[in-house]
């Protein structure tokens, strides 16, 4: 007595696909709101969700353009001094400048 098994039926739901992708983007959504926060302490999380999502997206945008900047100073520092006699002449005016800042 063998049992024959039959075939699996999948039904695929029209709504299912739209919903993965609406639960993906309020994700994004969080994240972006997250770094807002972390970085710009003035905004709550209900502050953030008032505004429309491209101010947020601006404001993110910004902080990620500074955090660039922060990471190729960086990079300029350490990588400076192994650098060729053209970086090296940029590698002192930046360290020249992160001086003047800090006595200010």
Do not use: W
């Not at 999948?10 to 983007?25: A, D, G, I, T, Y």
């Not at 650098?83 to 800090?102: F, G, M, P």
């Amino acid at each position: 007595m063998v049992e024959e098994k039959k075939p699996v039926k999948v039904f695929k739901l029209k709504h299912q696909r739209k919903h993965f992708q609406k639960v993906k983007e309020t994700d994004d959504y969080l994240k972006v709101c997250i770094v807002v926060m972390l970085h710009c302490p003035q905004y709550t999380l209900e502050q953030l969700r008032e505004m429309p999502f491209r101010y947020v997206k601006m404001i993110y945008d910004r902080i990620q353009a500074e955090r660039a900047e922060d990471f190729l100073t960086l990079n300029a520092i350490v990588n400076g001094p192994n650098a060729k006699d053209e970086s090296k002449s940029a590698y002192k005016n930046t360290i020249e400048a992160l001086v003047k800042l800090t006595q200010k």
